[in-house]
């Protein structure tokens, strides 16, 4: 039998719970005034992972720019995310489909794109990158299916879209991007839209980020041509990684590949399209895909 | 001063300027190569040469004004062309254009690659009516002063491919337009001071433009050499060589952000890497080991597999070999001897020189041996079998990718190239192939579709107790042996599955449940296997060339004569991919086909667009001869280079080097050509009859020459100077035979409506700049003998029309 636990007066009650909300309101102002909060040298989360129960989403971000071309981005995620009319299979994962309605995709395409922010395509950021389609967005960021306290670990941030959606999944982001100018302007964009969780590095991905390994998802933007065994390391027992293969403004399959208890791999094809190759009389039966 | 500039002045101008504009064009397309893809060089170069076209269009506008002002005129054009030559194409370099397609960027990329493409057209517009103009002043002298043209080409195609081995691409067309200004100098109107005046002026153009803007060539920025680059301006990697030459441009850079290992499993770490990139693509890494011992990250690769089934110390073939992994790989299976079959000898001075220290001694290995030859040629002509043939050629994920290779011809890869390869083979040995997965598979269908077809042209009934297919998440291994694999064999292959954690697709006997594991690819609803395994069933089977012809890329095997192994384009299945991807099925389509028949096209249209105006123009004020003129050399243009490029194909096979098959032809046809010109003023060059008994003999000569050509493997034994000797001798009486139909045509309208010229100038100039993506379309599409039968056909049809020429008897001139 639990001891009772003391009852303390309203007033005490009423007092506490002020000096509370104010103690961490001058956090909250506080962490938002330091800068460069998102790099390796200044982490802006704990060490350590909030636990959450499974299935609990984050506190959603709002990020300011997800106030502007609110119309344009609804409609992008219901047409080819939620609601595709073409073959693609939709994407289920609400704290996904709410992710990338938040996510200002506009943001992380240079200007001189940005009318096309919102096209169901990849566009290049420059470099010789591309960011990514939304929907392939959004399906990796299913495929890895993480908990709020999971740990992600994603290899060429690119433009930091990605990473973006991933910071609404979880507050453990971590990305590697090794062209300077790139995580440069990821880093800027990332940090004026609030993606505070999100930690940026400079430096060569194949290593991963040993420092805050075991992560239990990766995901892989840059191949070079096999998976980088210190990322298999880094990888938690039952973590996933996610490999999409193909050229530039191509993603022609996403690669799902998962760590076994012996340490052995098994992989899985994610085409995410219905489409099977075989025309004439024979094409008949649905792609067995995702 | 000379209104006409004298014949002597005129051949000169002529032979230069044509020089210089077939060395432009040779260098454009290695600086097009350089930026971007071999598909996208092609068709710029397509559109480029819209030029020529354009120029006879202009001449005939203007004919009355442009032969008056003849000499000045010729000054002005020979020194433009000149200055254009690197000014357009430097300011090209500045257009913000995307060679990879981007579906939402199309709309705004159009103006773009417009403009690209009309900076680039006008050097050959310019230098093209400069031709032109010569042609129609010169008179009586048009036979010998068309053979300058052809003569001075050829010396620009031989020329260009010597230069590129010293001039770095971003260079080359300075060095052309220096060539056009020195045959501005033959015929420069006005006084000395003033010519000199006019040079200095260009000169000084050149040199401005120069200075603010020096030379470059701009990488496509989704090449591997561009993000090397990005890594070499962070002092991530350093270059440590570069090769110039025709081929490519080589180059080496090493750094420890490089991991460019391909089908690599999941293992140690690798150790530092050179890569080895050839015009911005990666085409191999050098481990930087000194020793077999230290190289035993190769052990990871889906190769080893092979030699868990190769006999003890085999005797290994590597063709196609570049940076040295295999050969780690076979010495530390105790490989008794290795024969590294590369045909660019730079390699090899790459390894050999600048990277000796950085594992390129691997070459030098002592069982090692170094043969500079096409793969296709070692091949056929090696008098040893070896126990392991391994394409190593076949194993760039980038081939077949997006159509970056769909216009590359590939004679190992044909049925008759893999027959070669099984038939060097020992009884047990293994033929192994390693390809990357694409999603819908593609590369390894085809693959295996002539692998069956190879193996049925050896006698094997059952091809399926011949073939085993592996893979991983990546790529496939595909490995062939001439006669079954034992049942031994099998359980062997269960066990390097096993313990390699490489998943079956294919081997005789295999059971349901060993399928689609440990990574589990999509295929059929029914079964539990991929589209690998079905496709392998179906083609072991009866239903082979149904499954074939209704797969949704063409995976026909290639032929010697349809050798374009990574073109997977299949028109009929362009709206199912609509359906399926939206807007970026362009991606998912293979492209190189889209953009030669693209090519093919807008060539056609611009062509149309450009005469058919003034063509109804003649026919409305009543002038004649206009038709028969264009259909004459219209036909003589297409005749011409269908048939210098079927020659190509094949010489390509007969010589053994792409390079020295390419100088051969073009030089070869171009100077011979040029000598029939010369010979042909001393025909009764208005009499039709002569005409078309050349043209006869021609057509005769070409289908001997051709159907002889099949069976190019009686040059077996000829050394590479025989080969050539061969090919000049083939190239000779045809390419003799050639020059005459041309200056004969011009001749004819000389004496009877000299107004013409241009007109045939013109329509030649089209025909020529269409034979190119026709020729190919028609080579991809049916087969190289297909197009020698349109070329011959075309040369037929100009015999029939010849007697349409205006000729003197014609009193009024209304041209």
């Known amino acids: 039998m639990n001891p009772p636990v003391p009852s303390l007066g309203f007033g005490k009650t009423l007092a506490a719970g002020i000096g509370l909300a104010l103690l961490a309101a001058a956090a909250m102002v506080t962490a938002k005034a330091l800068p460069g909060q998102t790099t390796e040298e200044a982490p802006a989360v704990p060490q350590t992972p909030q636990k959450a129960t499974p299935q609990a989403q984050r506190p959603a971000l709002e990020p300011p720019a997800a106030r502007q071309r609110i119309a344009e981005r609804l409609e992008m995620v219901r047409r080819t995310i939620t609601h595709p009319d073409d073959r693609r299979t939709p994407v289920r994962d609400e704290a996904v489909v709410e992710a990338i309605k938040t996510a200002p995709r506009h943001v992380f395409v240079p200007r001189e794109r940005r009318s096309l922010a919102y096209r169901d395509s990849p566009l290049s950021i420059g470099y010789g990158q591309t960011i990514s389609q939304p929907y392939i967005v959004a399906l990796m960021s299913e495929l890895l299916d993480l908990d709020p306290s999971d740990k992600v670990l994603e290899i060429g941030t690119g433009s930091g879209y990605q990473a973006a959606v991933l910071g609404s999944l979880t507050p453990n982001v971590y990305t590697v991007e090794i062209i300077k100018p790139l995580y440069e302007r990821a880093q800027r964009d990332l940090l004026s839209q609030g993606y505070d969780d999100v930690h940026c590095l400079n430096a060569d991905g194949y290593y991963g980020w040993a420092e805050h390994a075991p992560f239990d998802a990766i995901i892989v933007t840059c191949a070079a041509g096999h998976l980088p065994p210190p990322l298999w390391e880094q990888l938690a027992v039952g973590g996933r990684i996610v490999i999409p293969i193909g050229g530039p403004y191509q993603v022609q399959r996403l690669v799902v590949l998962r760590k076994l208890p012996d340490g052995s791999r098994r992989s899985e094809a994610i085409i995410g399209v219905r489409f099977v190759p075989m025309t004439g009389a024979v094409e008949r039966t649905p792609e067995n895909g995702r | ?527 539990p296997g991929d589209w690998l395994n079905h496709a392998a069933v179906q083609l072991f089977g009866p239903a082979a060339d149904r499954f074939i012809d209704e797969w949704a890329f063409d995976i026909r095997p290639p032929t010697d004569t349809r050798p374009f192994f990574s073109d997977f384009c299949r028109l009929s299945s362009i709206e199912a991919m609509r359906a399926a991807y939206g807007d970026l099925w362009l991606t998912r389509t293979e492209l190189a086909f889209l953009f030669v028949l693209a090519a093919a096209v807008s060539v056609t249209v611009a062509a149309v667009a450009m005469i058919l105006p003034l063509a109804l123009i003649r026919v409305a004020q009543g002038r004649r001869g206009g038709w028969a003129t264009a259909a004459y050399f219209g036909c003589l243009g297409l005749g011409y280079l269908l048939l210098e490029m079927t020659f190509l194909a094949h010489l390509t096979v007969l010589i053994g080097d792409s390079v020295l098959a390419a100088a051969v032809t073009i030089g070869g046809f171009l100077f011979f050509s040029g000598l029939g010109s010369l010979v042909s003023r001393f025909l009764g060059r208005r009499r039709a009859q002569n005409v078309r008994w050349i043209i006869l003999c021609l057509v005769v000569g070409a289908l001997v020459e051709t159907i002889g050509l099949r069976h190019w493997e009686v040059a077996a034994g000829l050394p590479v100077a025989g080969r050539l000797a061969l090919g000049l001798g083939l190239i000779a009486p045809l390419a003799f035979a050639m020059g005459f139909p041309m200056p004969m045509g011009l001749a004819r309208l000389a004496g009877g409506m000299p107004g013409l010229i241009a007109w045939a100038w013109g329509a030649n100039g089209f025909a020529s700049v269409l034979a190119a993506p026709l020729a190919m379309v028609l080579a991809m599409t049916w087969g190289y003998h297909i197009t020698t039968a349109f070329a011959l056909a075309a040369y037929l049809a100009a015999g029939v029309v010849f007697g349409l020429l205006p000729q003197a008897s014609w009193t009024t001139d209304r041209s």
Not at chain 2, 99 to 128: C, D, H, K, N, Q
Not at chain 2, 157 to 182: E, I, K, R
Not at chain 2, 334 to 350: E, G, S, W
Request: proline letters at 6%; hydrophobic letters at 50%; glycine letters at 10%.
């Open chain 2, 1 to 527: 001063m000379r209104a006409t500039p004298s014949a002597g002045g005129l051949i000169w101008l002529v032979t230069l300027l044509a020089a210089s504009l077939l060395g432009f064009e040779v260098s454009l397309m290695r600086v097009l190569l350089v930026a971007g893809w071999h598909h996208f060089a092609f068709v710029v170069i397509s559109v480029a040469l819209l030029g020529f076209g354009a120029s006879g269009t202009a001449l005939y506008l203007t004919r009355r004004w442009v032969v008056r002002h003849a000499a000045i005129v010729l000054t002005f054009l020979s020194l433009a062309t000149a200055a254009t030559m690197p000014i357009c194409t430097g300011l090209a370099q500045h257009v913000p254009i995307e060679m990879t397609i981007a579906p939402a960027l199309l709309g705004g990329l159009i103006g773009r690659w417009l403009l690209y493409w009309a900076l680039l057209t006008v050097p050959f517009f310019l230098g093209a009516a400069a031709l032109g103009l010569a042609l129609m002043v010169c008179g009586g002298r048009v036979a010998v002063v068309y053979a300058g043209n052809l003569l001075g080409s050829a010396a620009g195609a031989l020329a260009a491919p010597l230069l590129m081995t010293v001039v770095s691409p971003a260079w080359l067309p300075l060095v052309m337009g220096c060539g056009a200004a020195l045959a501005a100098a033959g015929v420069a109107a006005g006084s000395p001071a003033r010519r000199s005046a006019a040079i200095a002026a260009c000169a000084a153009a050149v040199g401005l433009f120069l200075w603010l803007d020096p030379p470059h060539v701009r990488l496509d920025a989704f090449k591997r050499g561009a993000q090397i680059q990005r890594l070499a301006a962070q002092d991530a990697v350093e270059r440590v060589g570069r090769v110039l030459g025709p081929r490519s441009v080589l180059e080496a850079y090493r750094g420890r952000v490089l991991h460019d290992i391909p089908f690599l499993g999941v293992g140690q770490d690798p150790p530092a890497i050179s890569v080895l990139l050839a015009d911005g693509h990666w085409v191999g890494s050098v481990l930087e080991v000194q020793s077999a011992d230290e190289a035993g990250i190769v052990d990871g690769m889906l190769m080893a597999s092979v030699y868990d089934l190769a006999p003890q110390g085999p005797r290994v073939a590597l063709l196609g070999e570049t940076g040295g992994l295999n050969i780690w790989l076979a010495a530390r299976h105790a490989a008794r001897a290795i024969d590294v079959v590369q045909p660019d000898r730079r390699l090899t001075v790459l390894l050999r020189g600048p990277l000796r220290n950085l594992g390129g001694a691997v070459l030098d290995l002592p069982n090692v041996r170094v043969w500079p030859a096409e793969p296709r040629h070692f091949i056929e002509h090696t008098h040893d079998s070896f126990d392991v043939i391994q394409l190593v050629m076949t194993e760039s994920s980038a081939a077949g990718s997006g159509g970056i290779g769909g216009l590359a011809q590939d004679y190992l890869l044909t049925i008759e190239g893999l027959t070669a390869c099984l038939g060097r083979l020992e009884a047990h040995g293994l033929l192994a192939v390693g390809r990357a997965i694409q999603s819908p598979p593609r590369d390894n269908l085809k693959l295996l579709a002539t692998v069956v077809e190879a193996l049925r042209s050896l006698g094997v009934v059952d091809a399926s107790r011949h073939v085993v297919i592996l893979r991983d998440y990546l790529a496939v291994l595909t490995l062939v042996k001439p006669t079954p694999f034992s049942d031994a064999q099998i359980q062997r292959v269960r066990a390097i599955c096993r313990d390699r954690q490489l998943t079956p697709v294919w081997f005789s006997g295999i059971q349901a449940q060993e399928l689609n594991q440990p990574d589990a690819l999509p295929g059929p609803t029914e079964g």
